[in-house]
């Protein structure tokens, strides 16, 4: 069963930190783009960072440029979002998919596995 399981969420203050992670299972994570998007309550859902197949490059959005970084562990199968500097308006349910086309992008369309999710929340 090809499965994406997420972790890592939690309460945290404002300026905090929190790494978020990706586990696949039943498919190799490395031939795969891998994206994360997250979801504020009464907002749609939004693309956060994306890491291609082929040389890594990575892209994101522009709210968390300087505070976001993806990254992926072949070893482990794993990929993570290190989330620095958070903020109240980063609060949300996050999920990282995969696309099999490799692609860095944004585009929800595009991605063909999706984790469940994890809560994030940013609060004083």
């Known amino acids: 069963q090809l499965q994406l399981v997420e972790s890592g969420g939690g309460l945290v203050q404002p300026g905090g930190s929190l790494r978020l992670s990706c586990a696949a299972s039943?498919?190799?994570?490395?031939?795969?783009?891998i994206g994360w998007f997250r979801q504020a309550p009464g907002k749609e859902r939004e693309g956060v960072s994306s890491i291609s197949l082929s040389d890594g490059s990575t892209f994101y959005t522009d709210s968390v440029k300087g505070r976001f970084t993806i990254s992926r562990d072949s070893a482990k199968n794993t990929a993570y979002l290190l989330l620095n500097t958070l903020k109240p308006e980063d609060t949300g349910i996050y999920y990282c998919?995969?696309?099999?086309?490799?692609?860095?992008?944004?585009?929800?369309?595009?991605?063909?596995?999706w984790g469940q999710g994890t809560q994030v929340t940013v609060s004083a």
């Open positions: 039943g498919f190799t994570l490395d031939y795969y783009g």
């Open positions: 998919a995969a696309n099999r086309w490799g692609y860095s992008t944004l585009e929800a369309a595009l991605y063909e596995y």
